[in-house]
């Protein structure tokens, strides 16, 4: 295991706070957050003690998937201000002691970006195989059945070149052929612009989709032995396929290789993988020697998670993992916030009291880097957007069955009396739900029993506890609702995390291993007797006098 303490391995023991640009706040008021707004409130983030802010895109794009359907990979789109503005917003994170990391969306780009433009113009010019294109089937039929994540058929008909292009996204989300040189080369130049310009590094988007079979064989279809989809609605019938061949492709792993290099020549830098999968073995393969830093997966941002459940992901993350490092969501700008997730609480309705804390609190004891997702800090819950005031077209999709992903994406709410909340003079691109009045930050900044204090007081502790910079994590063996676990070496100081993942109160006995709670608010302490008396949802995290092997 490489040594935490190692100047380059700085991400080992840091937090990553995610900002979704289009709804953190609005500079100019039109609507629409914006690279100044992020400026204007990063106070606010440093302030949370996290040490990384990760831009969700923010480059020129159509806004068919808000940002994620790239049409140039070097500018900034005007909705979000210049290139000046974020050479701003750097230098202000500079100053705060923040590094910033953006989105690199390597599988796929707009189909208004030049490089598709000119490739679908015929089968002969420079670009022509920059893109994944196939042949109809004798029938005229796509050439196989692989399916979009979004709807329908992965494969899009072009009348000018007569042949289907791929896109395992929307139709305007053509994916790049990364199996030809030349595509990798202007990935790597891409990096390289904004290395340049001063981020310290990537969240690579959909890592899992950046090479495909070049067969073009058919998947298979899902059977009784094979692992649930991750990450996909019941309603989807991409779930009903097994991705084993549009999707996580060893030739991807020699490519990340090529990245790391380039990172490597910017020393202290980060990359961390998104992965789509159904096995942890994938995002492994990816965080190996020689390739990426860290990566996440879905495995935690599911609709349920029961404390032998979260033991799973966790325990089977770390056996595939090896030496390689994970990364920890439960929520972000793809699914439904955790507090309404978990909880099983309807979107619009609030969550019950302490599961906002029980969240955070596992979030950062969790072995491995935590990554926030704006909000969470808040206690936020899931916003109900009414059907003619939604956006994304993944849920206009398969509505009303998925819900989609506009709850999740609401505006943040800085003053809790002022209109829109406070995130902008004009009229927002998503409303503002009154339930978030709430859950203001100038609101929580005057409560020292609220969810931000916690949050500060949590990662505050979790800096100078070198028990949470390791992987180190003993799961006890404990029944249902009750999850507990270990941090740090059998031989040195062992911090438990015990958390009640139920609405009904729990009685919970240390077994005399001597439980001296850490003291944070809102936290359970031990009774006379040892015993920790766990309300609904409560959690206790504490120092054991000796470690469990010794016992």
Not at 90 to 115: E, N
Not at 312 to 332: I, K, M, Q, Y
Request: net charge negative; glycine share 8%; hydrophobic share 40%.
């Amino acid at each position: 295991m490489a040594d935490p303490t190692r100047v380059d391995d700085w991400w080992r023991h840091a937090v990553l706070y995610q900002i979704y640009p289009r709804s953190f706040f609005d500079a100019n008021g039109d609507g629409v957050g914006d690279l100044a707004g992020i400026v204007r409130k990063l106070d606010h983030v440093a302030s949370l003690g996290v040490d990384v802010v990760w831009l969700s895109p923010f480059f020129p794009s159509p806004m068919r998937d808000f940002g994620y359907d790239i049409a140039d990979h070097c500018a900034v789109h005007p909705l979000f201000g210049t290139l000046a503005d974020f050479d701003a917003l750097i230098a202000r994170a500079q100053v705060l002691g923040l590094k910033v990391i953006v989105d690199l969306v390597p599988s796929h780009t707009s189909d208004q970006h030049p490089w598709f433009i000119e490739s679908r113009t015929g089968c002969n010019n420079p670009k022509a195989d920059w893109y994944v294109w196939a042949d109809p089937k004798p029938d005229g039929t796509p050439p196989n059945n692989w399916l979009s994540i979004f709807g329908g058929s992965a494969w899009q008909w072009d009348s000018g070149r007569r042949q289907y292009y791929l896109h395992n996204f929307l139709v305007a989300q053509p994916d790049l052929n990364v199996h030809n040189p030349a595509v990798v080369e202007a990935l790597l130049a891409i990096a390289r612009f904004w290395l340049d310009r001063g981020v310290a590094g990537f969240r690579i988007d959909a890592l899992n989709f950046l090479t495909h079979d070049p067969a073009l064989r058919d998947n298979p279809p899902r059977g009784p032995g094979d692992p649930p989809a991750s990450g996909i609605h019941p309603s989807n019938p991409y779930g009903m396929q097994v991705h084993r061949f549009d999707r996580s492709q060893p030739a991807t792993l020699p490519v990340l290789e090529r990245f790391r290099a380039v990172l490597e020549r910017y020393p202290g830098s980060l990359s961390v993988a998104e992965v789509a999968d159904d096995t942890p073995a994938t995002a492994a393969s990816y965080v190996a020697e020689g390739r990426l830093h860290m990566a996440y997966s879905f495995d935690l941002l599911g609709d349920q998670a029961t404390a032998g459940q979260i033991r799973h992901v966790v325990e089977t993350t770390r056996a595939h993992f090896g030496d390689g490092w994970p990364c920890w969501a439960l929520s972000n700008h793809d699914c439904v916030r955790v507090v309404s997730r978990w909880s099983g609480t309807p979107p619009g309705m609030t969550p019950p009291p302490g599961f906002a804390r029980l969240a955070m609190a596992l979030l950062l004891t969790l072995p491995g880097t935590p990554c926030l997702y704006q909000g969470e800090e808040l206690g936020l819950p899931e916003a109900d957007i009414p059907f003619e005031q939604r956006q994304d077209p993944y849920g206009l999709a398969f509505w009303p069955a998925f819900r989609g992903r506009d709850g999740c994406r609401t505006p943040m709410p800085w003053h809790s009396a002022v209109v829109n909340l406070g995130f902008s003079t004009g009229t927002p691109w998503l409303p503002v739900p009154p339930l978030h009045a709430a859950h203001a930050v100038d609101r929580q900044e005057q409560n020292r029993d609220s969810q931000l204090a916690f949050t500060r007081a949590l990662i505050a502790f979790r800096r100078t506890e070198p028990a949470l910079h390791s992987v180190a994590c003993r799961f006890r063996a404990e029944p249902e609702p009750v999850l507990a676990y270990e941090r740090g070496p059998v031989d040195g100081p062992v911090l438990l995390c015990v958390f009640n993942l139920s609405p009904e109160p729990q009685l919970w006995d240390s077994r005399g291993g001597g439980f001296v709670a850490i003291g944070l608010p809102g936290l359970v302490g031990p009774a006379a007797d040892g015993s920790l008396a766990l309300p609904g949802y409560g959690v206790a995290i504490g120092w054991l006098h000796q470690p469990a092997e010794a016992r």
